[in-house]
């Protein structure tokens, strides 16, 4: 009996009162195979899409096996589903010979439904189903509901769970049918409408000048950002706001803007746990296929290259489930490399060399996948340039990474942190979550300011500035506290701080030098202090000399991480 059968045979004879529900119901177009879909009214007269597929699991000889799903084919019930507001499912069991599992040693997988809630959708419509996996699991009795760990999905699965259905002699019927009552499975809510209340709502009214002009001003002095804090505070969210706000796009009304889940300008990537090298960022030639494999991270390069006069943000989602110097290294080199030419170009290290090294012929059919056009070299300048020189990174991509600093993650390296501006997202306003006031977006952007995200100065000393003496009085005295230790700051840091400083008056001419080093102490200088007692010692209490009240942020989280390093014997910025 294959896996599709056996679910099937599962729900019709656990589940009598479901009725099966005929898709002409909905008086529509069925353009996907239905004896892999069904439609069922449940209990309580709700209808639910249930699709079902199979699956096959890999390195079975190592200890922790790979579930691959090919998902494909269920884009289009997924769509069907959003389309008339249906809760939606995508059911798979393993039932193949027992030996094919025996790496899967803490449970049988036959006496498991995987189900897999996935990203199918290629608006790139995600639902944050952490705090629901705590809630099955706390009332489907422990190991009759399996969370799949980080390290055992592959890919296309964004989130998968291991329910426990019993045999065919002794099914559980009681705990698939809890799991249908508390799994809220409704692809719509995250893409096709905007609640005013959901989960992954974020606690900061972004129209608010003192909330989102820090983030602009650390994307003019870097087009690199690390937005960190727990689970459900918008950091995501707002990065695809300043996408809309930014977009040049034409609208028919203003409210459409800010309904546009996928400006042009956008893109969202997640992480998965296997990236352990740069192919799935930057791809790679295949020997086999005769051509480059080219992920979405270049796609949306290609993209930006040819809209330069937009901002172009891109979303690396839950960035720290892989460690970032490995699948992220030709980024890493290329921001630190960038430069202006002798024309005033922007100029940058390519993160793909240039096409011709595969060979005249092989560059050239790279050229034609990314462009779509037969001979682009004849057609695009750019085609050329890649050619030639290879893809580098246009000025007006920003870069702009989410971190939740938690036990099933990596911790970042001093090169990573060095090379992005860091913001912490942990606070939780729920007054004015109930009150809707979180849910405001971004003020359009105008010209002026799309061009200061985009055209940006890269050495500080070249900057407008005319708080040089104050910036460099306030690194010295950081540094003397520093000196001896591996947290002392750099060429580096004394380069983005003058950046920093200067963006942030070009934002606000009012701007406060005081308030202005706060925020790049916090980016900048705290995220990379990390340590147990005997390698800390009395590090910050020094720099509380320093940075004294006239820095409220940075002072106060001084005090919170001594506290901690007093009470815990070790302390990160990040926790």
């Known amino acids: ?21 005929d898709f002409s119901t909905f008086d529509d177009k ?3 195979r239905k004896d892999w879909s069904e439609l069922y009214k449940i209990d309580n007269e709700e209808i639910v899409l249930i699709s079902y597929t199979n699956i096959s699991i890999t390195g079975t000889d190592r200890t922790k096996p790979q579930l691959r799903v090919f998902l494909d084919e269920y884009k289009k019930p997924f769509y069907f589903a959003k389309k008339h507001q249906l809760r939606y499912y995508l059911f798979s069991i393993f039932t193949k010979d027992d030996e094919m599992a025996k790496g899967l040693d803490n449970f049988n997988p ?3 439904i995987i189900s897999i809630e996935t990203n199918l959708d290629t608006e790139g419509s995600r639902r944050d189903l952490r705090s629901i996996y705590d809630y099955a699991n706390h009332h489907l009795n422990g190991r009759k509901f399996l969370k799949c760990s980080r390290a055992n999905y592959k890919a296309d699965i964004n989130q998968a769970s291991f329910i426990f259905i019993g045999t065919p002699d002794h099914p559980d019927k009681e705990t698939f049918e809890s799991f249908i009552n508390i799994f809220d499975s409704r692809p719509y809510l995250s893409s096709t409408i905007e609640p005013k209340y959901h989960i992954d709502s974020s606690a900061v009214s972004l129209t608010d000048d003192s909330i989102i002009k820090p983030y602009l001003t650390a994307l003019r002095t870097k087009p690199f950002m690390l937005l960190a804090g727990i689970s459900g505070t918008g950091k995501s969210r707002i990065v695809r706001k300043l996408a809309q706000a930014s977009t040049t796009q034409k609208y028919e009304n203003t409210e459409d803007r800010w309904k546009d889940n ?3 300008n956008f893109e969202l990537i997640q992480v998965k746990p296997n990236w352990h090298n740069s192919m799935d960022v930057v791809g790679y030639y295949s020997n086999v296929a005769k051509r480059y494999e080219f ?3 270049i796609d949306f390069i290609v993209k930006a290259w040819q809209d330069l006069e937009t901002p172009y943000f891109l979303c690396l989602d839950e960035m720290n489930l892989a460690p970032v110097e490995q699948y992220f290294a030709e980024f890493l080199s290329a921001i630190e490399s960038r430069s202006f030419d002798a024309d005033g170009n922007y100029v940058t290290d390519p993160i793909i060399k240039p096409f011709k090294k595969f060979g005249e012929k092989e560059g050239k059919a790279m050229l034609v996948q990314l462009f779509g056009v037969p ?7 750019l085609a050329l340039q890649f050619f030639e020189k290879g893809l580098t990174l246009p000025k007006n991509l920003l870069v702009m990474g989410t971190v939740n600093m938690d036990e099933t993650t990596f911790s970042f390296s001093r090169k990573v942190l060095d090379r992005a501006m860091s913001v912490v997202m942990n606070e939780v306003d729920y007054e004015g979550f109930f009150n809707g006031d979180t849910e405001n977006d971004v003020a359009e952007m105008d010209e002026a300011t799309r061009n200061l995200l985009i055209n940006r100065p890269i050495r500080g000393l070249e900057a407008d500035n005319n708080e040089a003496d104050t910036v460099k009085e306030y690194l010295t005295n950081i540094n ?7 947290f002392k700051l750099g060429y580096r840091a004394a380069n983005e701080v003058l950046l920093y400083v200067s963006a942030a008056y070009k934002f606000n001419p009012d701007a406060d030098i005081h308030v202005a080093l706060d925020e790049f102490t916090m980016m900048k200088i705290l ?3 990390e340590g147990d007692k005997r390698s800390i010692g009395n590090l910050l209490d020094d720099l509380k000399e320093v940075i004294t009240n006239d820095y409220p942020k940075s002072n106060e989280k001084l005090e919170k991480m001594a506290e901690t390093l007093k009470n815990k014997q070790f302390v990160s910025y990040w926790t």
């Not at 679910?7 to 529900?21: D, T």
């Not at 001979?375 to 300048?381: A, E, L, R």
Request: no cysteine; hydrophobic share 30%.
């Open 262 to 264: 996928r400006p042009e």
């Open 110 to 112: 036959k006496e498991y």
């Open 375 to 381: 001979d682009p070299i004849d057609k695009n300048p």
């Open 527 to 529: 995220s990379r202090i």
């Open 30 to 32: 069925i353009d996907f």
């Open 480 to 486: 003397k506290v520093l000196e001896d230790t591996p």
């Open 1 to 21: 009996m294959d896996s599709i059968t056996r679910i099937k045979e599962f729900i019709k004879s656990s589940f009598p009162k479901w009725e099966k529900v």
């Open 295 to 297: 992920p979405p991270f």
